[in-house]
């Protein structure tokens, strides 16, 4: 048996509106897909055990070095849409192409300290609505939160609860 080396992020871009940021963006944090759980006991039980009640509130963030009129302008306002354009790859083979969509609002700005001679930086924070991942062509992940539509894989694990409520 031989060990297989993992995939590795190798380059990114990312894009708002059609406006690329190559060359000015420094990091992206993509958003962490937490569930909502609490923990129950009933009768009969000898211990608790969570219960998934939804989905935490999902957020992006990303650092430029760039002061991007662009973004700064698209504060606060909803139905923005980001994609981050990304090549993994792993030793020896091609890269796979990896794309993300997001949807939602642009949150937060924070620059960095002001001091002459150094590098100056903006975060942002981004609240979303809609996420989907793509790897190599296939869709890993998709959640719309306005459509209550949640699909790891082929399995979309709100249909059910939309059927039952007529959606």
Not at 30 to 49: Q, T, W
Not at 101 to 128: A, I
Request: charged share 20%.
């Amino acid at each position: 048996m031989s060990a297989s080396l993992p995939r590795q992020l190798k380059a990114f871009n990312f894009y708002t509106d059609g406006e690329s940021f190559a060359g000015r963006i420094d990091t992206l944090t993509l958003p962490s897909l937490n569930f909502l759980m609490e923990a129950h006991r009933g009768g009969g039980m000898d211990a608790a055990k969570e219960i998934e009640l939804g989905m935490e509130v999902m957020t992006a963030s990303m650092v430029l070095s760039d002061y991007s009129p662009s973004l700064l302008t698209l504060l606060g306002k909803d139905n923005v849409p980001f994609v981050a354009r990304g090549a993994v790859q792993k030793q020896g083979a091609n890269p796979e192409p990896v794309v993300v969509n997001m949807r939602g609002m642009l949150k937060t700005s924070e620059h960095s300290e002001w001091n002459p001679g150094t590098k100056s930086t903006n975060t942002f924070t981004l609240t979303l609505d809609y996420y989907r991942f793509r790897q190599n062509g296939v869709q890993l992940v998709e959640i719309d939160i306005l459509n209550m539509q949640r699909t790891f894989g082929e399995t979309d694990q709100l249909s059910g609860l939309r059927a039952a409520i007529g959606l």
